[in-house]
């Protein structure tokens, strides 16, 4: 225990000597979280705080047209700007301008009502009950609602523009249809034929606690993400610290005491691993007092800091373990920091920090598995989010410990193995 705690008493020391790098491990991820989670937050906020203006070019002027309009109002999504020419329009979309114009064609509205009553006429007089001579039947064009997004723009938002338009359009034509019946069997306008109110609906049922729904926010999913990304990182100093010891002799001198390579990358261990919960500690802290007076959500951990010191506590040993088994293998600061950097970003892509893993590939869904940080960022998750028990988080910590296991025995045999030869 004396040389452990003398190896972590040197470890210190060395840490607190190189303030730059203490400023880089514990102000760049606060700087980061803050500046990705302002970003996001729009995303997480409900739908009637933050509104998408586009453009409207109202060719038909009729009630179809009013109806989207009114539907467009409602949906508290978008912010109307009327436009009076098509040109105009797609000019202003094309430039970056405006995300998105809507182009109502001509006649729509009188167009539609007359393709309707034909349509129902037809249909009545087949059973008998029309009792006028059916005209002629005219001719009618289908009408296209034109659509103009910025090139720019997200597919996930076409996509849901697109399918927002769709419904709005099939409700129009639908009661347009019941209308039509209407007018046709009865005389009294009063009188209901058919039920319009929809059958089907949906409902999102949210995970209560305490009798109050639980609403996920950027808060809630941007400070485990990144405090996780911050307590990978560390694996670019520690393996730097390694691989520095080694090229300037003091390993070699470490070698002349009667000190094993367990015991040294113990006295690491423990400095690092105070270094992630300090880290995740600042992190905290951010999300409960720093984000609230800065506009953001207020991050809630009542009754979660238990649990969630415990996944701080393993993501920090698999984060410490990688770090311990690159320095380990690694010969120049040149193979350790840029590996270092580009390993934990992909670890960062694959465990889902920046892209959600259900929308990703199959292929990269399997791979993901592979990754501590998913692993990591599932327990927070589950305890965030989630409101899980410490048992139902156990086979995610099990693994990042398992993983520090693995990753510190091969860092041991590699290094008895080079200096048995």
Request: charged share 20%; aromatic share 10%; hydrophobic share 50%.
């Amino acid at each position: 225990m004396h040389k452990l705690l003398a190896s972590a008493h040197k470890e210190f020391l060395l840490l607190t000597r190189d303030i730059g790098g203490i400023a880089i491990l514990f102000i760049m991820p606060l700087v980061l979280i803050v500046t990705i989670t302002l970003i996001q937050d729009s995303t997480f906020k409900t739908v009637s705080e933050t509104k998408i203006p586009i453009l409207l070019v109202d060719n038909d002027k009729g009630s179809v047209s009013e109806t989207i309009k009114k539907g467009l109002d409602e949906s508290n999504v978008f912010e109307v700007i009327n436009i009076e020419k098509e040109e105009e329009a797609k000019t202003l979309v094309f430039k970056g301008k405006n995300q998105l114009a809507i182009i109502i064609p001509k006649d729509l509205s009188s167009d539609l009502e007359q393709k309707i009553n034909q349509n129902v006429e037809d249909i009545l007089s087949k059973f008998g009950l029309d009792e006028e001579e059916t005209s002629q039947k005219e001719s009618f064009s289908a009408k296209e609602v034109k659509l103009y997004f910025d090139p720019a723009t997200q597919i996930s938002f076409k996509s849901s523009v697109k399918n927002e338009i769709d419904k709005m359009i099939s409700k129009i034509e639908t009661q347009s249809i019941y209308n039509a019946f209407q007018k046709q069997i009865t005389d009294d306008p009063s009188e209901a034929i058919f039920e319009t109110e929809n059958f089907i609906s949906f409902t999102e049922i949210l995970p209560k606690k305490d009798d109050e729904f639980i609403i996920p926010n950027s808060v809630q999913h941007n400070v485990p993400a990144w405090t996780l990304f911050a307590i990978f990182f560390i694996i670019v100093p520690l393996s730097i610290n390694i691989v520095k010891e080694k090229s300037q002799g003091t390993f070699v001198r470490l070698r002349t005491n009667p000190v094993s390579y367990l015991t040294v990358l113990g006295g690491k261990t423990v400095i690092y691993l105070a270094v992630c919960l300090i880290q995740f500690v600042m992190m905290l802290l951010i999300g409960v007092y720093l984000f609230p007076a800065i506009g953001l959500p207020t991050l809630n951990v009542t009754g979660k800091l238990p649990l969630l010191f415990v996944v701080a506590f393993f993501a920090g040993l698999a984060a410490i373990g990688l770090g311990l088994l690159l320095g380990t293998l690694a010969k120049t600061q040149e193979q350790s920091a840029p590996f270092g950097a580009t390993f934990v970003v992909i670890l960062a892509a694959l465990g889902g920090v920046w892209v959600p893993v259900f929308i990703m590939p199959q292929f990269m869904q399997t791979l993901s598995n592979i990754s501590p940080m998913n692993w990591g960022l599932n327990a927070f998750y589950d305890v965030f989010l989630r409101n899980s028990s410490l048992l139902e988080i156990v086979p995610e910590i099990t693994l990042l410990f398992l993983f520090f296991i693995i990753t510190t025995l091969i860092a041991v045999v590699y290094n008895e193995k080079k200096n048995a030869v």
